[in-house]
């Protein structure tokens, strides 16, 4: 198994996190091949207080071959004198992409078994890119995917999926069709079998208060959220909703399900980061491969004081080889001589 690190946002936490990774003994015998700015990542082993010994190799020589053990592509690409620790930049933006590309192509191509990044910082990536919404429309441009993935959120006791996430939550309500929610709750059933937990039980939160009261508080539960399940349910998927939001958790904590499927971004973060902050994972699913994160942001209030807390981050290299080891061998294909730089449209 090979996973595919992406330094993250360098004037947050990203790069201390790394270091702190890599030095854990969960990863002393795993591959990894780490990707980002060479000095970059020596400055975060500077934070977090360690030395590393991993070769640095630059991105073309991978064109022949990846080694196996630990290895550091260096894309050279964040100039250290531009550093503001704790404040978003175009700069920091602009490497944290080339970086996601980089370990995205990787895993794409079945160099690696999973792809994981630390924490990026969105506003430094629209400094850089206008353009840039979130990871999965990044992800699609990336590697041309197929079809979209969808965000989990995942800690031992229930996992969160969800149906909107970065949009505005004005515009949540008239996102939802049953479509859709039914499309979330086919990849939901099929993420979480795949992740071992054959027949999933989704429980679905509803959108409105007390799930509509009676078209009392809105439409959308009775009349898109509802049908949604009976449909999913006609097709053997094991759901259940909607569910008042208030304690959907509750019931799902205490054992009845195994995920949560929320309608909007932070119906559900709330939620898990109450239950468990510091063990979090973002998993982003669909893309024949997992992609991990550690669920929090880039904390720049500590960045550069050695104060960032491994255990999410711990908690996510652990849970994509976890992952990566349920699926289906790929096939591997050769890379581009400009796979790391190459323009993402």
């Given at each position: ?102 370990v995205l192509r990787l895993a794409d191509a079945g160099l690696a078994d999973v792809a994981m990044f630390t924490p990026f910082n969105k506003h ?222």
């Amino acid at each position: 198994m090979r996973t595919a690190l992406a330094i993250g946002d360098a004037n947050g936490v990203g790069p201390e996190l790394a270091a702190k990774l890599l030095a854990h003994s969960d990863m002393a015998d795993r591959d990894v091949i780490i990707v980002g700015d060479a000095r970059v990542f020596k400055m975060g082993q500077d934070h977090a207080g360690v030395t590393l010994d991993i070769p640095v190799l630059q991105a073309d020589e991978l064109v022949n071959g990846l080694p196996s053990g630990k290895v550091f592509v260096d894309l050279a690409n964040f100039d250290p004198a531009k550093l503001t620790l704790g404040q978003s930049s175009a700069e920091a933006g602009k490497a944290s992409l080339q970086n996601f590309a980089a370990v995205l192509r990787l895993a794409d191509a079945g160099l690696a078994d999973v792809a994981m990044f630390t924490p990026f910082n969105k506003h430094s990536m629209r400094l850089s890119r206008p353009s840039y919404i979130d990871e999965i429309g990044f992800i699609d441009s990336a590697i041309n995917a197929a079809r979209s993935g969808r965000e989990f959120n995942v800690l031992d006791e229930v996992w969160n999926a969800r149906v909107t996430s970065h949009i505005p939550l004005r515009e949540v309500a008239s996102r939802l069709s049953v479509e859709r929610i039914l499309d979330s709750l086919r990849l939901t059933d099929e993420v979480l079998t795949g992740a071992g937990k054959p027949n999933p039980r989704i429980g679905v939160a509803a959108l409105n208060p007390h799930a509509g009261d009676g078209r009392n508080f809105g439409h959308e539960d009775d009349d898109i959220i509802a049908p949604a399940v009976e449909q999913a349910v006609a097709e053997g998927i094991n759901a259940k909703g909607p569910i008042p939001s208030d304690t959907v958790f509750v019931r799902a904590i205490r054992g009845e399900f195994d995920a949560v499927m929320t309608m909007y971004h932070d119906q559900g973060q709330i939620a898990m980061k109450l239950i468990g902050f510091d063990r979090g994972v973002t998993l982003i699913a669909g893309y024949g491969f997992p992609l991990v994160t550690p669920a929090h942001g880039t904390a720049f209030d500590i960045a550069g004081q050695g104060k960032a807390d491994l255990g999410a981050t711990l908690a996510a290299a652990n849970l994509g080889v976890s992952l990566a080891k349920l699926n289906p061998v790929r096939e591997k294909r050769k890379l581009q001589a400009d796979w790391a730089l190459n323009s993402v449209h």
